[in-house]
């Protein structure tokens, strides 16, 4: 079994339907959720004219390798109407992989750790929240000092307890 820890997002449409959409079909398709975070509000990071983004972190336990995984997430998001049209721009939803055990992996299809998880306060908020003691397998640190020690100064705003 595969522990996995997933970060969901969108800025378009019903945020709040888009994550508990994503939640059941990642749930249906990937395997169980042990724990969600809250969700959380923040401002675009990159590509900033366009609506703000409603984050959450997972807990998923799996019997996918990272790269099934990551084709079914794919799926998810395309089954819900992602589109990717402009890099870093506005979508229904974007489900990325954060973590998958202490696996390090760089492939055409996926890197993981996420590569840029250690420089987005909006991705360590939640993630802290449900694995604030997990170590980052390349930095060698664990969440919650990440988090601490994050340069990046876009407020992150809790909107919702967790489900």
């Not at 509000?41 to 900033?48: E, H, I, L, Q, Y």
């Not at 997990?134 to 909107?159: F, G």
Request: with cysteine; aromatic share 6%.
């Amino acid at each position: 079994m595969n522990t996995a820890f997933l970060l969901t997002g969108g800025n378009l449409g019903d945020r709040l339907q888009n994550l508990q959409q994503a939640y059941n079909l990642i749930e249906k398709n990937c395997g169980h959720i042990s724990q969600s975070s809250s969700v959380y509000k923040t401002a675009a990071w990159g590509f900033t004219e366009q609506p703000d983004f409603y984050n959450q972190a997972l807990q998923l336990e799996t019997e996918l390798s990272a790269e099934k995984l990551m084709k079914k997430l794919l799926y998810i998001e395309e089954t819900m109407g992602r589109e990717r049209d402009i890099k870093m721009g506005p979508r229904i939803i974007d489900v990325d992989i954060l973590l998958l055990n202490d696996i390090v992996l760089n492939s055409s299809l996926i890197t993981i750790p996420h590569p840029r998880l250690a420089e987005r306060r909006f991705a360590l908020t939640p993630l802290a929240e449900i694995a604030a003691d997990i170590i980052h397998p390349v930095l060698h640190k664990s969440i919650k000092k990440l988090l601490a020690e994050c340069n990046d100064d876009l407020p992150v705003y809790k909107i919702s307890a967790k489900n």
